[in-house]
């Protein structure tokens, strides 16, 4: 079985900043691509940021300059490191990991989302 639990969301005035953290766990042999997507109230989901294994990032359009997938992160987990933040930012962030299993296959797995909420 494979967990994914996001955790560092809460409550930031505009122009601040947050670092979101994905952690997954449990049988799997590699990690092949983790996103971070976001949804707010009433509008789609939309893509954040993407590490591939490799070590390749991509970000969306709206966070571009703003968000960086840091380089420093423990095994099996990505950070989200956002920088001035504003409140159209304010969504429920997931995390989406597509893993290798120990049994062979590839799998998406997602996470319970963390609230990021920026007030003006």
């Known amino acids: 079985q494979v967990q994914v639990v996001e955790s560092g969301g809460g409550l930031v005035q505009a122009g601040g900043s947050l670092r979101l953290s994905c952690k997954v766990s449990g049988r799997i042999r590699s990690i092949n691509v983790m996103t971070w997507v976001r949804q707010a109230p009433g509008k789609e989901r939309e893509l954040v940021a993407r590490?591939?294994?490799?070590?390749?990032?991509d970000y969306g359009d709206s966070v571009k300059g703003r968000f960086t997938i840091p380089g420093d992160n423990a095994k099996n987990t990505v950070g989200l490191q956002m920088n001035s933040l504003n409140p159209e930012d304010t969504a429920v962030y997931y995390c989406?990991?597509?893993?290798?299993?120990?049994?062979?296959?590839?799998?998406?797995?997602w996470g319970q989302g963390t609230q990021v909420t920026v007030s003006s």
């Open positions: 989406n990991a597509l893993v290798t299993t120990t049994r062979g296959s590839v799998v998406n797995y």
């Open positions: 590490v591939t294994g490799a070590g390749s990032t």
